[in-house]
């Protein structure tokens, strides 16, 4: 009914940056709101950012200053641009929205996850 596809993952040196996307696409009315989290070997998945439908947004202590999170409502996509990376970003990123189905069923949807890798 609701399909999430993640994209934008890879290997970057330590100071670069990558952008991740996630486009949702099925049968929607409403998400809101969209978030990113990641999960390092070891560790538990932790919330990265969020984005609600009035364009508010949060993040991580760890990320603040380098990390943005935006929306393409008219494409169902959430992004998520990682700046000045660092070793201990690396971990899978995953989206999570809070859908709303046309026959106003309310879901929480997960990506299939990318894995970012920071690494010289």
């Known amino acids: 009914q609701v399909e999430l596809v993640e994209s934008g993952g890879g290997l970057v040196q330590p100071g670069g940056s990558l952008r991740l996307s996630c486009a949702a696409s099925?049968?929607?009315?409403?998400?809101?709101?969209m978030a990113w989290y990641r999960q390092s070997p070891g560790k538990e998945r932790e919330l990265v950012a969020t984005?609600?439908?009035?364009?508010?947004?949060s993040y991580a202590d760890s990320v603040k200053g380098r990390f943005t999170i935006s929306r393409d409502i008219a494409k169902n996509t959430v992004y998520l641009q990682m700046n000045s990376l660092k070793p201990e970003d690396t971990a899978v990123y995953y989206c999570?929205?809070?859908?709303?189905?046309?026959?106003?069923?309310?879901?929480?949807?997960w990506g299939q996850g990318t894995l970012v890798t920071v690494s010289s």
């Open positions: 984005i609600w439908s009035g364009g508010s947004t």
């Open positions: 099925g049968s929607i009315f409403r998400i809101n709101p």
């Open positions: 999570n929205l809070q859908i709303t189905t046309t026959s106003l069923r309310a879901l929480a949807v």
